[in-house]
């Protein structure tokens, strides 16, 4: 028997999330460390792995500062989210080659926004990735490690904003 080791779901599973109280979305960016789930940095924008992913590569890109509803975004933090989607977009599919994405917001409780700092999820796909285990043991099988996978896009990000100038 083979056995699946997803040692990031635990707190998830058993409620018991050490995540600091508060938006952990602003303070990732205000945190200003490097490494962990933030995966990029930008001025108006931080894009950071999703840490109970639905599939492996699962980002979130969000505006610094912190608004609750898509609406509450200036044009230009607006076109900066639209900008590190696509960034994110790239990086993924050189590091990940993926088949497609499902790209979008949850807008409210009721839509399945679980955070009131907007995020837009970028969730890489591939058709090979449906399999029996969420349907029959409700486990998702994720092949490579939330750092490993953070690492290797940071690397592709920061490759790209050398070659175009700074991202928004």
């Known amino acids: 028997m083979r056995q699946l080791w997803a040692p990031w779901r635990m707190d998830y599973v058993t409620g018991t999330d050490p995540a600091p109280k508060g938006c952990f979305i602003c303070a990732a960016a205000a945190s200003g460390a490097e490494g962990g789930l933030v995966v990029e ?43 590190a989607t696509q960034r994110a977009l790239e990086a993924l599919s050189s590091v990940m080659q993926p088949g497609g994405f499902n790209v979008g917001f949850n807008l409210g409780a009721a839509a399945g926004a679980s955070v009131d700092h907007l995020h837009l999820h970028v969730v890489p796909r591939w058709g090979s990735d449906t399999n029996f285990m969420p349907v029959l043991a409700d486990v998702k099988v994720l092949p490579e490690h939330l750092e490993v996978t953070a690492g290797r896009l940071r690397a592709a990000l920061a490759m790209r904003s050398g070659a175009g100038g700074s991202p928004a």
């Open 41 to 83: 940095r930008a001025e108006r924008t931080l894009t950071l792995m999703n840490r109970f992913p639905y599939s492996s590569g699962h980002v979130m890109v969000a505006p610094r500062r912190h608004a609750p509803d898509l609406r509450d975004l200036t044009a230009e933090e607006s076109l900066a989210v639209m900008a």
